[in-house]
């Protein structure tokens, strides 16, 4: 059991790194007022919806513990995450505020996963 929850762990990972990836990618373009939400990044953001509940399904129907505050938090800022970059993904430009929040709230994620004990 443990070995698949690590492989659902590592798909985790790689949802975060198109997200914040296409972020990341994107910044130069943010400054000049010209980001706008690539298919990495709602991809990427599906991807750690549905393994993150895989993982917690996994986790529970082996008896181990889970830390469901952190989990509900998680959760929440990746439903924002989520429905910006579903609502925005056909706009050609987005503001930079906006745009910034997307990678902000994926950032604080990844703090909150790593940081929450």
Same mark, same amino acid.
């Given at each position: 059991?443990?070995?698949l929850?690590?492989?659902?762990?590592?798909?985790?990972?790689?949802?975060?790194?198109?997200?914040?990836?296409?972020?990341?990618?994107?910044?130069?373009?943010?400054g000049?007022?010209?980001a706008?939400?690539? !298919?990495?990044m #709602?991809? =990427? %953001?599906?991807?750690? @919806?549905? *393994?993150?509940? +895989?993982? &917690?399904?996994?986790?529970?129907?082996?008896?181990?513990?889970?830390?469901?505050?952190k989990i509900?938090?998680?959760l929440?800022l990746?439903?924002?995450?989520?429905?910006?970059?579903?609502?925005?993904?056909?706009e050609?430009?987005? !503001?930079a505020? #906006?745009? =910034? %929040?997307?990678?902000? @709230?994926t *950032?604080?994620? +990844?703090? &909150?996963?790593?940081?929450w004990?």
């Amino acid at each position: 059991m443990e070995t698949l929850i690590n492989i659902f762990v590592g798909l985790h990972i790689l949802g975060i790194a198109a997200l914040l990836g296409g972020f990341l990618v994107q910044m130069k373009a943010m400054g000049a007022g010209e980001a706008r939400v690539v !298919p990495a990044m #709602l991809h =990427g %953001a599906l991807l750690m @919806l549905v *393994t993150g509940m +895989v993982m &917690i399904g996994l986790r529970q129907w082996d008896d181990m513990t889970v830390n469901h505050p952190k989990i509900a938090l998680k959760l929440a800022l990746l439903v924002v995450i989520l429905g910006l970059v579903y609502v925005k993904r056909d706009e050609e430009r987005l !503001p930079a505020p #906006l745009f =910034g %929040a997307i990678g902000a @709230l994926t *950032t604080a994620n +990844v703090f &909150i996963a790593v940081l929450w004990t």
